[in-house]
RNA sequence: CGGGGUGUAGCGCAGCCUGGUAGCGCGCGGCGUUUGGGACGCCGAAGUCGGAGGUUCAAGUCCUCUCACCCCGACCA
């Protein structure tokens, strides 16, 4: 490509909007283009980039059987609304909605696993057909309520999404490690340093999953990680280690009185014990109550049970109680269903769902409410005195907190989340009732698997490790082009020819090149190099021509090195050791 | 949706407080000189000052409303 007629200029100076080194590296260098908040257009420079990621997220995908295909962008309601994600709240006014000129409600897909499923329904018939692995490179679009960090969070994207069709559970835990290792092998060769986490599976639901992170401090997930151990999650999902065991023989029950007193901090601090000793209560209400959840109520009161020096993560209580939005409960709430605001007690209560903590059975003896103003409870015990209908681990995971698995100190990181894979089970095949045959003839819901890779977030990730204070430095895997050849020839000049002739041998040979044909000045040109980052820059001029030289220099690296223009043979091969290529 | 910030030429910005002929740098076009790390000189083109309404003899500047974009949060993969 000649720079002179490359559609997509450099910028010299730092645009005002751009704050992320990869947002700012990718307007100046001309990769990207801002068309509406998180909407963005990829210029060929940026483009080029996006294919040759893709062509290694195919290759990977193909050799693990993978079978590219193309799902359509939109999409009818009513597969949402069979799976429950239309009315949900959880994607929300996120899923674009609209209707056609008949009224029909449909869809701009923000993820396909219900277009996915459908066609499973359709197509898969026998277990002799399984396992299957479909996937695509599509572009999504997700009303996202804030985009931000230019391609970190935008709203239409690209996406490399894959869905895993299994007879069985143990069929689908295979399918998602094979993916697991493809995914590792995939950043890898991008160039990019990720870190595989335990996640939550939020609205897309299931039970296993982890999410691909890139370590930055503009990420907007924070991470938990044990340097003891090494063991990393994300923190909106997180679990915790419960500290030592602290049950003791079990005493009698007692009031204390304990006026004016609220708050955990208060009561621990006038009855003289830990915080970890008492019992903390905190109250939700189901968003939609009364539907046929787990619970003896329909008042759609959650009472949540947890150790005094934890924190309820709103979050997996939600997920624990099968994925019901929830709020936090106001006072006449509590009091009309015959609790006492500052006092509340899980013992004696009926007719309110109880949800403890798994904290709260590794003690004994704890301080609770009386559900009696002025007053709690001393040396409550579960089961002695209270009987949860659901024990779970709701806690909130902090910085500091034990480690789950070793006990050491978390401490947390920010990290951008460039891919996230998801165990389904078989939640959308249920409902969309794709089933298979299986051996003895009985119709089976499939297993599936949900996996996906957000491709410009890649880019942006990939970008934000490689740059350095004068532009991009790309991994020779991803490069836009492989050589930047600049020519600080005069027209019409023998030295131009040369550079012409080099350019066309350089393509002819199967390398991108782009070449800077600019009646620039030799700092401009440089500088756009350095900008743009081409792993390999070649400058011919008069003054390496009179030699028959050509200047080779890594972008990488800070020096050049003379190499003769002839034979060609040991320019290419030392351009090709330093691209791959 | 809450909090904060910014909208003036393609880009980066000043001018606004204290109302009175719209500026600077870069870029862009022409001519000349220059030619290995963002050259120099001369000439030139380019602006509904985000939009609407208001106050005023007069609004880029003051007031009201509104839109867009950025940052933090909520939310989210």
């Known amino acids: 490509m000649r720079l002179s007629h490359l559609f997509g200029h450099t910028l010299r100076e730092n645009p005002a909007e751009a704050e992320l080194p990869s947002h700012r590296l990718a307007l100046r260098a001309g990769l990207i283009r801002p068309l509406a908040q998180g909407i963005y257009a990829l210029l060929p420079t940026g483009w080029r980039v996006v294919r040759r990621i893709e062509t290694i997220i195919r290759q990977e995908m193909d050799a693990i059987g993978g079978q590219e295909m193309l799902m359509p962008m939109v999409q009818p309601a009513e597969l949402w609304q069979a799976t429950g994600r239309y009315q949900a709240p959880s994607p929300g006014t996120a899923l674009a909605r609209f209707q056609d000129r008949a ?88 160039g990019l340093e990720v870190l595989p986490v335990e996640a939550a599976s939020g609205m897309m639901g299931g039970q296993v999953s982890h999410e691909f992170m890139f370590l930055n401090e503009h990420g907007e997930d924070t991470l938990l990680r044990c340097d003891a151990c090494g063991l990393a999650a994300n923190a909106e999902g997180a679990r915790i280690g419960l500290g030592p065991d602290r049950r003791e023989v079990e005493l009698p029950l007692e009031e204390v009185a304990t006026p004016g007193h609220e708050t955990i901090e208060d009561v621990a601090r006038f009855l003289q014990v830990d915080r970890a000793q008492t019992l903390k209560a ?54 009309a269903a015959g609790l006492t605001p500052g006092y509340a007690s899980p013992v004696g209560i009926r007719d309110i769902t109880v949800i403890a903590d798994e904290s709260v059975l590794a003690g004994s003896n704890y301080v609770a409410g009386a559900n009696v103003e002025g007053y709690h409870l001393r040396n409550v015990n579960v089961p002695r005195d209270f009987q949860p209908d659901l024990v779970a681990d709701i806690a909130l995971a902090r910085q500091g907190d034990p480690c789950p698995r070793c006990g050491a100190s978390l401490g947390t990181s920010r990290a951008i989340e460039v891919g996230h894979i998801f165990q389904l089970g078989t939640r959308y095949a249920e409902a969309l009732g794709a089933t298979y045959l299986n051996e003895e003839g009985r119709a089976t819901p499939l297993w599936m698997g949900s996996y996906g890779i957000g491709v410009g977030r890649l880019m942006a990730c990939i970008m ?22 600049v020519s600080l020839a005069r027209p019409d000049t023998p030295v131009e020819q040369a550079a012409e002739a080099l350019y066309a041998d350089l393509q002819s040979s199967g390398l991108a090149v782009l070449y800077d044909d600019r009646p620039e000045r030799a700092g401009v040109k440089f500088n756009d190099a350095d900008l743009i980052g081409a792993p390999v820059r070649l400058t011919l001029s008069p003054r390496t021509h009179v030699e028959g030289e050509v200047e080779f220099k890594l972008r990488t690296a800070p020096d050049a090195a003379r190499v003769p223009l002839a034979p060609l043979d040991p320019l290419l091969g030392r351009i090709r050791k330093a691209t791959g290529n």
């Not at 003896?296 to 979050?315: H, K, M, S």
């Not at 994925?323 to 709430?333: F, K, N």
């Not at 934000?464 to 050849?485: F, I, K, N, T």
């Open 103 to 190: 009224g029909r409600p449909l869809v701009l897909g923000m993820t396909h696993e219900e277009v996915a499923t459908e066609l499973a329904r359709q197509e898969i018939r026998s277990y002799r057909q399984l396992p299957c692995l479909i996937y695509q490179i599509q572009i999504k679009f997700r009303d996202e309520p804030r985009a931000r960090g230019g391609l970190i969070r935008v709203r239409e994207f690209i996406m490399k999404d894959a869905y895993s069709l299994d007879a069985t559970p143990e069929d689908m835990a295979g399918a998602y490690g094979y993916i697991y290792a493809a995914y590792e092998r995939i950043f890898e060769r991008c």
């Open 282 to 335: 905190v109250f939700f209400v189901r968003a939609e109550p009364g539907e046929n959840e787990s619970g003896p109520d329909d008042t759609g009161l959650v009472f949540a049970v947890i150790r005094g020096d934890l924190e309820v993560n709103v979050d997996k209580l939600s997920a624990a109680l099968g994925g019901t939005a929830l709020e936090p409960a106001a006072d006449p709430v509590l009091r």
């Open 464 to 485: 934000e490790q490689h740059h350095d204070d004068h532009g991009l430095m790309w991994p020779p895997a991803v490069a836009p082009y492989d050589v930047h050849l």
